[in-house]
T-cell receptor, first 115, second 113 residues
């Protein structure tokens, strides 16, 4: 069963607008971590932001913020003031529990920023 | 500089041959991972290892094998039993048993002809 779901295969957004990339997850473990990565066309994986299940506040890193809604099992990435360089694939990922290092990824969303 | 090195960047093999992809890290991480990426499929976990001489199957381990004889190295062998081996392979490492991010190598694009 899919544990990380990204429902938007592709998105087109005008430069300077804010964009929200959706991610829902499924776990019964109370302890978990959620990650977002960016993958440009070069193929490298760039870590963007992390949210722990026990964190009281939503994570923020510069123009990136994570809209964490625990009851809905949702961890959406928000990019403010989008730039042309934000065009890339974006992946949501999860690491469950405190005794296993397994990290699983969603299928990704391809974001296109339009000039 | 610390990081993860995957080699080679591009690899071509004939169908029916086994091929080994290299992954080395100097980050002193205990956990290491192999992912396969196909268009529209995201990253799918092949194998992961939390400690030397131990590893666990991921979601798509069939047709692959790994070893973890040294902390720094986690080579992946794509065997002839893997039906569709052509893909982009990513290796990663992380600090174990913490909810910190994984660091990735640059990837190896394997093409089987």
């Amino acid at each position: 069963a899919q544990k990380i779901t990204q429902t938007q295969p592709g998105m087109f957004v005008q430069e300077k607008e804010a964009v929200t990339l959706d991610c829902t997850y499924d776990t019964s473990d109370p302890s978990y971590g959620l990650f977002w990565y960016k993958q440009p066309s070069s193929g490298e994986m760039i870590f963007l932001i992390y949210q722990g299940s026990y964190d009281q506040q939503n994570a923020t890193e510069g123009r990136y913020s994570l809209n964490f809604q625990k009851a809905r099992k949702s961890a959406n990435l928000v990019i403010s003031a989008s730039q042309l360089g934000d065009s890339a694939m974006y992946f949501c990922a999860m690491r469950e529990g405190d005794r296993d290092d397994k990290i699983i990824f969603g299928k990704g969303t391809r974001l296109h920023i339009l000039p | 500089d610390g990081g993860i090195t995957q080699s080679p960047k591009y690899l071509f093999r004939k169908e029916g041959q086994n091929v080994t992809l290299s992954c080395e890290q100097n980050l002193n991480h205990d956990a290491m991972y192999w992912y396969r990426q196909d268009p529209g499929q995201g990253l799918r976990l092949i194998y992961y290892s939390q400690i030397v001489n131990d590893f666990q199957k991921g979601d798509i381990a069939e047709g692959y094998s790994v070893s973890r004889e040294k902390k720094e190295s986690f080579p992946l062998t794509v065997t002839s039993a893997q039906k569709n081996p052509t893909a982009f392979y990513l290796c990663a490492s992380s600090i174990t048993l913490t909810r910190t991010e994984a660091f990735f190598g640059q990837g190896t694009r394997l093409t089987v002809v």
